[in-house]
Protein backbone atom coordinates (compact mmCIF):
# COMPACT_ATOMS: atom_id res chain seq x y z
CA UNK A 1 0.00 0.00 0.00
CA UNK A 2 1.06 3.37 -0.86
CA UNK A 3 0.01 6.76 -0.79
CA UNK A 4 -0.95 8.12 -4.06
CA UNK A 5 -2.76 11.14 -5.54
CA UNK A 6 -6.17 10.17 -5.13
CA UNK A 7 -5.83 9.27 -1.25
CA UNK A 8 -4.32 12.41 -0.88
CA UNK A 9 -6.45 15.02 -2.65
CA UNK A 10 -9.31 13.06 -0.50
CA UNK A 11 -7.22 13.61 2.41
CA UNK A 12 -7.25 17.38 1.70
CA UNK A 13 -10.72 17.80 0.70
CA UNK A 14 -11.98 16.51 4.17
CA UNK A 15 -9.66 18.88 5.82
CA UNK A 16 -10.07 21.79 3.72
CA UNK A 17 -14.06 22.09 3.14
CA UNK A 18 -17.69 23.67 4.22
CA UNK A 19 -21.42 22.94 4.05
CA UNK A 20 -20.36 24.54 -0.08
CA UNK A 21 -17.79 22.28 -1.07
CA UNK A 22 -14.10 23.03 -1.09
CA UNK A 23 -12.63 25.96 0.92
CA UNK A 24 -8.89 27.11 1.59
CA UNK A 25 -6.77 29.29 -0.79
CA UNK A 26 -4.31 26.69 -0.27
CA UNK A 27 -6.23 24.10 -2.94
CA UNK A 28 -8.11 26.51 -5.03
CA UNK A 29 -7.15 25.83 -8.32
CA UNK A 30 -7.40 29.62 -9.00
CA UNK A 31 -7.06 33.09 -7.09
CA UNK A 32 -10.37 34.73 -8.89
CA UNK A 33 -13.63 32.78 -10.19
CA UNK A 34 -15.25 34.90 -12.97
CA UNK A 35 -18.76 34.30 -13.82
CA UNK A 36 -20.14 36.00 -16.70
CA UNK A 37 -24.17 36.07 -16.58
CA UNK A 38 -27.29 37.11 -18.39
CA UNK A 39 -28.08 37.70 -22.21
CA UNK A 40 -26.00 40.60 -23.34
CA UNK A 41 -22.73 40.49 -24.61
CA UNK A 42 -21.66 43.36 -22.71
CA UNK A 43 -21.24 41.67 -19.86
CA UNK A 44 -19.03 38.71 -21.33
CA UNK A 45 -16.83 41.51 -22.71
CA UNK A 46 -16.22 42.78 -19.84
CA UNK A 47 -15.81 39.72 -18.10
CA UNK A 48 -13.23 38.57 -21.01
CA UNK A 49 -11.61 42.41 -20.37
CA UNK A 50 -11.27 41.75 -16.78
CA UNK A 51 -9.75 38.27 -17.00
CA UNK A 52 -7.16 39.87 -19.45
CA UNK A 53 -5.93 42.33 -17.13
CA UNK A 54 -5.80 39.90 -14.43
CA UNK A 55 -3.62 37.59 -16.09
CA UNK A 56 -1.52 40.51 -16.75
CA UNK A 57 -0.89 41.08 -12.73
CA UNK A 58 -0.02 37.27 -12.79
CA UNK A 59 -3.57 36.32 -11.34
CA UNK A 60 -4.62 32.79 -12.12
CA UNK A 61 -7.97 33.23 -13.25
CA UNK A 62 -11.15 30.98 -14.10
CA UNK A 63 -13.28 31.94 -16.49
CA UNK A 64 -17.57 30.52 -16.44
CA UNK A 65 -19.05 32.02 -19.79
CA UNK A 66 -21.79 28.79 -19.89
CA UNK A 67 -24.57 29.35 -20.89
CA UNK A 68 -26.10 27.96 -17.40
CA UNK A 69 -28.70 30.05 -14.77
CA UNK A 70 -26.61 32.30 -12.92
CA UNK A 71 -27.40 29.89 -9.39
CA UNK A 72 -26.13 26.93 -11.11
CA UNK A 73 -23.05 28.94 -11.89
CA UNK A 74 -22.89 30.61 -8.47
CA UNK A 75 -22.94 27.19 -6.90
CA UNK A 76 -20.65 25.92 -9.05
CA UNK A 77 -17.93 28.67 -7.87
CA UNK A 78 -18.71 28.26 -4.24
CA UNK A 79 -17.95 24.27 -4.75
CA UNK A 80 -14.75 24.44 -6.69
CA UNK A 81 -13.77 26.87 -3.99
CA UNK A 82 -11.95 29.59 -5.66
CA UNK A 83 -11.52 32.31 -2.91
CA UNK A 84 -12.58 35.19 -4.98
CA UNK A 85 -15.45 35.78 -7.44
CA UNK A 86 -16.06 38.90 -9.64
CA UNK A 87 -19.39 38.37 -11.23
CA UNK A 88 -20.11 40.56 -14.49
CA UNK A 89 -24.06 40.66 -15.31
CA UNK A 90 -27.29 43.04 -15.17
CA UNK A 91 -25.21 45.55 -13.34
CA UNK A 92 -22.39 45.44 -15.65
CA UNK A 93 -24.26 46.15 -18.27
CA UNK A 94 -26.90 48.87 -16.34
CA UNK A 95 -24.12 50.23 -13.75
CA UNK A 96 -20.66 49.84 -15.59
CA UNK A 97 -19.91 47.48 -12.40
CA UNK A 98 -18.54 44.02 -11.58
CA UNK A 99 -19.49 42.37 -8.37
CA UNK A 100 -16.32 41.50 -6.50
CA UNK A 101 -16.89 39.17 -3.23
CA UNK A 102 -14.93 36.26 -1.42
CA UNK A 103 -16.53 33.09 -2.05
CA UNK A 104 -18.11 32.69 1.52
CA UNK A 105 -20.90 35.57 0.62
CA UNK A 106 -19.12 38.41 2.39
CA UNK A 107 -17.13 41.26 1.31
CA UNK A 108 -19.40 41.64 -2.00
CA UNK A 109 -18.57 45.34 -3.61
CA UNK A 110 -20.04 46.52 -6.71
CA UNK A 111 -16.48 48.11 -8.41
CA UNK A 112 -16.53 50.10 -11.46
CA UNK A 113 -15.42 47.68 -14.23
CA UNK A 114 -12.28 50.13 -14.91
CA UNK A 115 -11.27 49.38 -11.62
CA UNK A 116 -12.16 45.80 -10.86
CA UNK A 117 -8.89 44.29 -11.63
CA UNK A 118 -6.89 46.33 -8.93
CA UNK A 119 -9.36 46.20 -6.48
CA UNK A 120 -9.48 42.18 -7.51
CA UNK A 121 -5.13 42.38 -7.63
CA UNK A 122 -5.31 44.03 -4.11
CA UNK A 123 -7.77 41.21 -2.65
CA UNK A 124 -5.32 38.52 -3.81
CA UNK A 125 -2.67 40.27 -2.19
CA UNK A 126 -4.27 40.68 0.87
CA UNK A 127 -4.97 36.33 0.70
CA UNK A 128 -1.31 35.73 -0.10
CA UNK A 129 -0.47 37.78 3.15
Not at 32 to 38: C, E, K, L, R, S
Not at 40 to 68: N, Y
Not at 77 to 98: F, Q, S, Y
Amino acid sequence: YGIGVSRVMACIAETHHDEKGLAGRIIAPAQVHVVATGKDAAAFEAAEQLIGELEAKGIEVIFDDRKKVFRRKFKDAELIGVPIIAVAGRDTVNNGTIEVRDRNGENAEAVPVADAAQAIADRVAALLK
